[in-house]
Protein backbone atom coordinates (compact mmCIF):
# COMPACT_ATOMS: atom_id res chain seq x y z
CA UNK A 1 0.00 0.00 0.00
CA UNK A 2 1.35 3.64 -1.07
CA UNK A 3 2.15 5.57 1.54
CA UNK A 4 0.94 8.74 0.31
CA UNK A 5 -2.56 7.02 -0.14
CA UNK A 6 -2.85 7.15 3.59
CA UNK A 7 -4.64 10.32 5.85
CA UNK A 8 -2.26 10.29 8.41
CA UNK A 9 -3.74 11.22 11.84
CA UNK A 10 -0.27 11.70 13.67
CA UNK A 11 1.41 13.94 10.68
CA UNK A 12 5.12 13.58 10.26
CA UNK A 13 7.33 14.55 8.16
CA UNK A 14 10.52 12.32 7.53
CA UNK A 15 13.95 12.98 6.63
CA UNK A 16 16.43 11.49 4.57
CA UNK A 17 17.16 7.25 4.99
CA UNK A 18 20.27 7.21 6.99
CA UNK A 19 21.34 4.62 4.68
CA UNK A 20 21.94 4.31 1.11
CA UNK A 21 21.99 1.42 -0.48
CA UNK A 22 24.99 0.57 -2.92
CA UNK A 23 23.68 -2.56 -3.94
CA UNK A 24 21.25 -5.98 -3.84
CA UNK A 25 22.56 -9.35 -4.82
CA UNK A 26 19.92 -12.30 -4.29
CA UNK A 27 22.18 -15.18 -2.05
CA UNK A 28 19.69 -17.71 -1.98
CA UNK A 29 16.59 -19.08 -3.99
CA UNK A 30 14.25 -22.05 -3.06
CA UNK A 31 13.96 -24.35 -5.88
CA UNK A 32 9.76 -24.86 -5.88
CA UNK A 33 7.49 -24.27 -2.83
CA UNK A 34 7.21 -20.97 -1.63
CA UNK A 35 10.33 -19.61 -3.82
CA UNK A 36 11.89 -18.60 -0.36
CA UNK A 37 14.61 -16.19 -1.50
CA UNK A 38 17.31 -14.37 0.62
CA UNK A 39 19.25 -10.92 -0.89
CA UNK A 40 22.19 -9.42 0.58
CA UNK A 41 22.16 -5.70 0.65
CA UNK A 42 25.64 -3.25 1.07
CA UNK A 43 24.28 0.12 2.51
CA UNK A 44 26.75 2.51 3.88
CA UNK A 45 25.60 4.95 6.86
CA UNK A 46 25.34 8.59 5.31
CA UNK A 47 26.27 10.07 8.87
CA UNK A 48 29.78 7.90 8.87
CA UNK A 49 30.53 6.47 5.82
CA UNK A 50 30.30 3.08 7.86
CA UNK A 51 29.69 0.01 5.41
CA UNK A 52 27.00 -2.37 6.63
CA UNK A 53 25.31 -5.65 5.47
CA UNK A 54 21.87 -6.76 5.64
CA UNK A 55 20.10 -9.98 4.54
CA UNK A 56 16.43 -10.15 3.78
CA UNK A 57 14.01 -12.85 2.98
CA UNK A 58 11.24 -13.25 0.97
CA UNK A 59 8.89 -15.50 -0.54
CA UNK A 60 7.11 -15.65 -4.19
CA UNK A 61 9.12 -12.25 -4.77
CA UNK A 62 7.15 -10.53 -2.09
CA UNK A 63 3.61 -11.28 -3.57
CA UNK A 64 0.86 -9.93 -1.28
CA UNK A 65 -0.59 -12.68 1.00
CA UNK A 66 -3.73 -12.09 2.35
CA UNK A 67 -5.10 -13.26 6.38
CA UNK A 68 -8.33 -13.93 6.65
CA UNK A 69 -10.15 -12.53 9.99
CA UNK A 70 -13.31 -14.26 9.18
CA UNK A 71 -16.35 -13.07 11.02
CA UNK A 72 -20.13 -14.72 11.82
CA UNK A 73 -22.91 -12.35 13.13
CA UNK A 74 -24.51 -14.29 15.93
CA UNK A 75 -28.42 -13.87 16.52
CA UNK A 76 -27.77 -11.64 19.24
CA UNK A 77 -25.54 -9.16 17.06
CA UNK A 78 -22.41 -10.04 18.14
CA UNK A 79 -19.65 -11.62 16.45
CA UNK A 80 -17.63 -14.91 16.56
CA UNK A 81 -14.14 -15.43 15.17
CA UNK A 82 -13.08 -18.72 13.17
CA UNK A 83 -9.53 -19.70 14.78
CA UNK A 84 -7.71 -22.97 13.82
CA UNK A 85 -4.78 -24.58 15.56
CA UNK A 86 -2.12 -24.48 13.32
CA UNK A 87 1.36 -26.65 13.38
CA UNK A 88 4.70 -24.75 11.95
CA UNK A 89 8.04 -26.44 11.16
CA UNK A 90 9.66 -23.22 12.64
CA UNK A 91 8.01 -23.88 16.16
CA UNK A 92 7.75 -27.31 16.62
CA UNK A 93 4.21 -26.51 17.88
CA UNK A 94 0.53 -26.25 17.38
CA UNK A 95 -0.95 -22.33 17.78
CA UNK A 96 -3.94 -20.29 17.21
CA UNK A 97 -4.00 -18.65 13.72
CA UNK A 98 -6.67 -16.92 11.27
CA UNK A 99 -6.42 -18.07 8.07
CA UNK A 100 -3.89 -16.81 5.99
CA UNK A 101 -1.38 -17.88 2.73
CA UNK A 102 0.50 -16.38 0.22
CA UNK A 103 -0.66 -14.60 -2.96
CA UNK A 104 -0.39 -16.22 -6.18
CA UNK A 105 0.43 -14.45 -9.58
CA UNK A 106 -2.46 -12.91 -11.21
CA UNK A 107 -4.38 -12.61 -7.85
CA UNK A 108 -5.37 -9.30 -6.30
CA UNK A 109 -5.79 -9.47 -2.62
CA UNK A 110 -9.45 -10.32 -2.20
CA UNK A 111 -8.95 -13.13 -4.71
CA UNK A 112 -5.96 -14.71 -2.59
CA UNK A 113 -8.30 -14.15 0.75
CA UNK A 114 -11.62 -16.15 -0.85
CA UNK A 115 -8.52 -18.42 -1.97
CA UNK A 116 -6.46 -19.34 1.00
CA UNK A 117 -10.07 -19.39 3.23
CA UNK A 118 -11.43 -21.83 1.09
CA UNK A 119 -7.59 -23.92 0.63
CA UNK A 120 -7.46 -24.16 4.02
CA UNK A 121 -11.29 -24.39 5.96
CA UNK A 122 -13.49 -25.55 2.82
CA UNK A 123 -15.60 -22.06 3.34
CA UNK A 124 -16.64 -20.82 -0.22
CA UNK A 125 -17.28 -16.74 -0.43
CA UNK A 126 -17.42 -14.36 -2.93
CA UNK A 127 -15.57 -11.46 -3.56
CA UNK A 128 -18.49 -9.23 -2.09
CA UNK A 129 -18.21 -10.83 0.98
CA UNK A 130 -14.32 -9.56 1.39
CA UNK A 131 -13.07 -6.20 2.25
CA UNK A 132 -9.54 -5.79 2.79
CA UNK A 133 -9.07 -3.48 5.65
CA UNK A 134 -5.47 -2.87 5.56
CA UNK A 135 -1.72 -3.86 4.63
CA UNK A 136 0.97 -5.26 7.33
CA UNK A 137 4.81 -6.23 7.12
CA UNK A 138 5.17 -9.20 9.32
CA UNK A 139 8.56 -8.30 10.63
CA UNK A 140 10.26 -4.95 8.75
CA UNK A 141 13.59 -5.77 10.06
CA UNK A 142 13.97 -8.93 7.95
CA UNK A 143 11.31 -9.93 6.12
CA UNK A 144 9.92 -8.19 2.64
CA UNK A 145 6.34 -8.96 2.18
CA UNK A 146 3.08 -7.26 2.20
CA UNK A 147 -0.10 -8.90 3.87
CA UNK A 148 -3.49 -7.74 3.13
CA UNK A 149 -5.91 -7.71 6.33
CA UNK A 150 -9.17 -9.21 4.71
CA UNK A 151 -12.22 -9.00 6.84
CA UNK A 152 -14.64 -11.72 5.42
CA UNK A 153 -18.22 -11.67 6.36
CA UNK A 154 -19.59 -14.94 6.26
CA UNK A 155 -23.11 -16.00 6.34
CA UNK A 156 -24.45 -18.80 8.55
CA UNK A 157 -24.82 -21.27 5.73
CA UNK A 158 -20.97 -20.47 5.39
CA UNK A 159 -19.82 -20.75 8.66
CA UNK A 160 -21.55 -24.04 8.79
CA UNK A 161 -19.75 -25.32 5.67
CA UNK A 162 -16.33 -25.52 7.85
CA UNK A 163 -14.59 -28.61 6.76
CA UNK A 164 -10.75 -28.12 7.22
CA UNK A 165 -8.24 -29.50 4.68
CA UNK A 166 -5.38 -28.56 4.96
CA UNK A 167 -3.30 -31.12 6.81
CA UNK A 168 -1.65 -28.17 9.16
CA UNK A 169 -5.11 -26.98 10.48
CA UNK A 170 -7.26 -29.16 13.24
CA UNK A 171 -9.73 -27.57 16.07
CA UNK A 172 -11.82 -24.63 13.86
CA UNK A 173 -13.58 -23.32 16.10
CA UNK A 174 -15.78 -19.79 15.95
CA UNK A 175 -14.38 -18.12 19.23
CA UNK A 176 -16.33 -14.85 20.74
CA UNK A 177 -14.13 -11.33 20.16
CA UNK A 178 -14.46 -11.52 24.29
CA UNK A 179 -12.70 -14.55 24.62
CA UNK A 180 -10.22 -13.62 22.27
CA UNK A 181 -9.28 -11.02 23.68
CA UNK A 182 -9.34 -13.06 26.98
CA UNK A 183 -6.71 -15.24 24.88
CA UNK A 184 -4.21 -12.54 24.02
CA UNK A 185 -3.91 -11.52 27.22
CA UNK A 186 -3.67 -14.89 28.76
CA UNK A 187 -0.66 -15.90 26.26
CA UNK A 188 -2.61 -18.65 23.93
CA UNK A 189 -2.04 -16.54 20.86
CA UNK A 190 1.23 -16.03 19.82
CA UNK A 191 1.05 -15.99 16.24
CA UNK A 192 2.16 -12.42 15.00
CA UNK A 193 0.13 -11.77 11.65
CA UNK A 194 -2.87 -12.99 13.75
CA UNK A 195 -2.35 -10.41 16.78
CA UNK A 196 -1.60 -7.83 13.96
CA UNK A 197 -4.81 -8.87 12.12
CA UNK A 198 -6.76 -8.57 15.33
CA UNK A 199 -5.58 -5.11 15.85
CA UNK A 200 -6.44 -3.87 12.51
CA UNK A 201 -9.94 -5.52 13.23
CA UNK A 202 -10.45 -3.84 16.55
CA UNK A 203 -8.99 -0.62 15.06
CA UNK A 204 -11.67 -0.44 12.48
CA UNK A 205 -14.76 -2.41 14.36
CA UNK A 206 -14.61 -2.74 18.04
CA UNK A 207 -12.52 1.03 19.02
CA UNK A 208 -12.45 2.96 15.78
CA UNK A 209 -14.94 4.67 13.23
CA UNK A 210 -16.67 1.91 12.16
CA UNK A 211 -17.57 0.50 15.81
Known amino acids: MAT?????VVPVEDGIPPLDIQSETEVFREQGGAGFTVTKNIAIVRSTGEHLQFHVAS???????AVCVAEQIL?????AFLLARHWRVSTSQWAWEFPRGMGADDEDSRDTAVRELSEETGITVSRDQVKILQHIHAD?????????V???????EDSQSCNPTDWELSNSLYIPASTVCQMIAGGEITDGITLAAWSVYCAHFLFGTNA
Open 4 to 8: DSIQH
Open 59 to 65: VRDGKTG
Open 75 to 79: PDGTS
Open 140 to 148: TGVLRDDIA
Open 150 to 156: ARVLLSE
